[in-house]
């Protein structure tokens, strides 16, 4: 039986699940804000900003206690694939207004470590299933090709997302993981990995 480490060397992993700004879903940000005001009043794109500033601040007050400059913190971001371009995204979306990815910009600057997280692969089918979703072609993609089921693409996103933090996160480091609330780690991430979610279910 593998001894667990001591706490000095643990690997330690901050996880917040969160709710996606408009800012990150793109050219389906029109839609999805249409059917919320169509179920829950004109009044929600209004509460639902509030919500976000208020998570986002309580994000940030919880991660104060961090120091990068002294300690090596690793980033995790749904959405964010490995490809080489990881900075480049966060800023565009932080000049687009995400308080998702202002907070990671901050993080960055004071020495913390960006990671691409998601798999390019699985993420293109992801935007397929929401692209064929939002015309009504459910399963079918373009010329009428099979898609994913939604539920089994999730795991697979998950655990990639697992993989990644497992592979690179190293004794003695924190990391820092942002996903979308159907997102479940729970099972995948080795067990020397101590997880904490100091705002518990997000938004």
């Known amino acids: 039986m593998r001894e667990r480490p001591s706490r000095k060397y643990a690997r330690k992993l901050v996880h917040f699940s969160i709710v996606h700004s408009e800012q990150e879903m793109g050219r389906f940000a029109p839609c999805v804000k249409r059917l919320q005001i169509q179920r829950f009043g004109p009044s929600v794109s209004v509460r639902k900003a509030q919500a976000l500033r208020q998570f986002w601040h309580r994000a940030e007050r919880s991660l104060a206690s961090l120091d990068p ?5 690793r980033l995790y971001q749904d959405g964010l694939p490995v490809c080489g371009r990881e900075r480049e995204i966060v800023e565009d979306l932080a000049r687009k207004g995400s308080l ?3 907070l990671l910009l901050k993080l960055i600057e004071r020495g913390a470590v960006l990671m691409g997280t998601e798999s390019p692969g699985l993420l293109e089918l992801e935007y397929r299933l929401a692209e064929a979703s939002l015309e009504g072609k459910k399963g079918k993609g373009p010329e009428g090709a099979d898609l994913p089921d939604p539920e089994d693409l999730l795991k697979r996103r998950d655990a990639f ?8 996160l190293l004794p003695g480091e924190t990391g820092a993981v942002f996903l979308g609330a159907l997102h479940s780690l729970d099972g995948l991430l080795d067990a020397d990995v ?3 979610r100091p705002l518990g279910g997000g938004v």
């Open 194 to 196: 101590e997880v904490r």
């Open 100 to 102: 998702n990815h202002r």
């Open 161 to 168: 997302i697992a993989r990644r933090i497992n592979n690179t």
């Open 69 to 73: 400059s002294r300690e090596r913190v």
